[in-house]
């Protein structure tokens, strides 16, 4: 019993936080929050040219997720024009 290992898992937690977003103000208003809207998205390539991960930000994926959960994954690193 001295050799036994502990067989219990480890907590796995999401590598992006999602933000809660209010659904009147995200019904109400015009919010940048995904990669389509940010200066450094090159949206023939869906790549974003500061070499960040974009799958999880893309519009498609942003308005699945808040229909599941109410949360987004928010870039912090968002340029708008």
């Known amino acids: 019993m ?3 290992k502990n067989n219990s ?3 796995i937690r ?3 936080k999602k933000d809660p977003i209010h659904p009147a103000d995200y019904n109400s208003y ?4 995904a ?3 940010c200066s450094h998205f090159s949206s023939t390539t869906e790549i974003c040219t500061l070499g960040l991960i974009s799958e999880p930000h893309l519009k ?4 699945k997720s808040y229909s599941l959960s109410g949360k987004v994954a ?6 708008i024009d």
């Open 74 to 79: 928010l870039c912090r690193f968002i340029e």
């Open 9 to 11: 898992q480890k907590k």
């Open 14 to 16: 999401p590598t992006i």
């Open 35 to 37: 990669c389509e809207d």
């Open 2 to 4: 001295a050799n036994a």
């Open 60 to 63: 498609r994926n942003q308005e």
């Open 30 to 33: 015009n919010l940048p929050f």
